[in-house]
């Protein structure tokens, strides 16, 4: 099976369960904490055209659109876009691949993606190079997503092969693969390290299988822990790298 009809399985399967594990009040404070506000940084999101790209149900657009971004979702699995429409009527959607989004070049002042680059090993290449199509000149590419070497990252390994709800091809991102790939499209504006005690029990509530009751009881004190850590973990320690990158 191709690694789009794999992912597009496996969302449709579980999208209403990632919505319920990932729009709860704890998941949204932590996203935008600790993903959020480092992603968009130095950018007023006033009257941009935003493409949430692997949008899943739609975690984000209620951010996006406090601050003023005028918002489209994209994701491949057909549920998900179902759910994203249902919450969010006003905004554009497309059941498409990030691969091949057949969207006009140069058109979107910022790209943000938020856990779905690590999807679509062996493409990511293809992906960015897609997004880098769809940008504006000077737009922004933000992603959040987990990196490929640090120790989370070698425990995620073992744990995605024990664990079935992992698609076969799912793989950390490899920045500095990346950076040297994209260094004359791309300017690297920012890169942050993060993610530790609360971004594993609280933001992967779903994969730990966790009941979204006892996540309420805990998640105050590891968004508290996480915020202390969040200091001092560096690269080789963090969950995940959060990206900020413009378009030249
Ligand atoms: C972990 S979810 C992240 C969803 C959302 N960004 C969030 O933060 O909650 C990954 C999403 O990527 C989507 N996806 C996987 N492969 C894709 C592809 N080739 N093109 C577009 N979306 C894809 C999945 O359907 C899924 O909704």
Redesign the pocket.
């Known amino acids: 099976m191709d690694t789009?009809t794999l992912?597009?399985k496996r969302?449709d399967t579980t999208a209403s369960d990632?919505a319920a594990h990932?729009g709860d009040k704890w998941s949204q404070k932590y996203y935008k904490r600790f993903i959020y506000e480092p992603m968009f940084e130095n950018i007023s999101l006033k009257n941009l055209n935003v493409l949430e790209a692997?949008?899943?149900?739609g975690?984000?657009t209620a951010f996006l659109n406090e601050n003023g971004a005028f918002i489209t979702g994209?994701?491949?699995?057909k549920e998900?876009i179902d759910i994203f429409k249902t919450r969010w009527p006003d905004s554009q959607s497309y059941c498409r691949?990030?691969?091949n989004t057949e969207l006009p070049e140069n058109s979107f002042d910022c790209v943000m993606?938020?856990?779905?680059l690590h999807?679509?090993h062996p493409h990511v290449d293809e992906a960015i190079q897609e997004i880098y199509r769809i940008l504006k000149p000077d737009g922004f590419l933000c992603f959040s997503e987990p990196h490929k070497g640090s120790l989370p990252d070698k425990l995620r390994k073992i744990w995605y092969n024990n664990d079935k709800t992992f698609a076969e091809n799912e793989e950390s991102i490899d920045i500095e693969h990346l950076k040297v790939k994209f260094s004359k499209q791309f300017n690297f504006k920012n890169e942050y390290y993060k993610g530790n005690f609360a971004y594993i029990f609280v933001l992967q509530s779903l994969v730990l299988r966790i009941p979204l009751k006892l996540k309420a009881i805990y998640s105050p004190l590891l968004i508290w822990l996480e915020g202390i850590f969040d200091k001092i973990q560096g690269k080789s320690l963090s969950c995940f790298v959060v990206c900020q990158w413009q378009k030249k």
């Open positions: 789009e992912q597009k969302f990632y990932h692997m949008c899943g149900s975690e984000a994209l994701d491949i699995s998900e691949s990030i691969l993606i938020i856990g779905g999807h679509v």
